[in-house]
């Protein structure tokens, strides 16, 4: 059964730092490309940063480009993101999924960023 679990969210001040974990199972994660999305009441869902297969390579939105890292773990079947100088408008619940999408999503993770 495919499934992703994304816990680690929580509140944070601003400039503050959170990591966040996705443990993903149910397909091939090593043979899948892995995205960090973001979901805000405003801005509905938006990427946020991408990786390759064996975690070499990555991209991230404009947004969060120097301040966001994406890793994974293949032999734990899990996605990470290190999310550093929080803002205010970083305030998500934030979600994983293989690229392409699958058709089920996880509950994601709400990060609040406020002081």
């Known amino acids: 059964q495919l499934q992703f679990v994304e816990p680690g969210g929580g509140l944070v001040q601003p400039g503050g730092s959170l990591r966040l974990s996705c443990a993903a199972s149910?397909?091939?994660?090593?043979?899948?490309?892995m995205n960090w999305y973001r979901r805000t009441p405003g801005n509905g869902r938006e990427l946020v940063a991408w990786i390759s297969l064996d975690g070499d390579s990555a991209t991230y939105a404009r947004y969060v480009k120097g301040r966001f890292t994406i890793t994974r773990d293949n032999t734990k079947s899990t996605l990470y993101l290190q999310m550093n100088s929080l803002r205010v408008e970083d305030t998500a619940v934030y979600y994983c999924?293989?690229?392409?999408?699958?058709?089920?999503w996880g509950q994601g993770t709400q990060v609040t960023v406020s002081s």
């Open positions: 999924n293989a690229q392409p999408n699958f058709a089920s």
């Open positions: 149910g397909f091939p994660f090593s043979q899948s490309f």
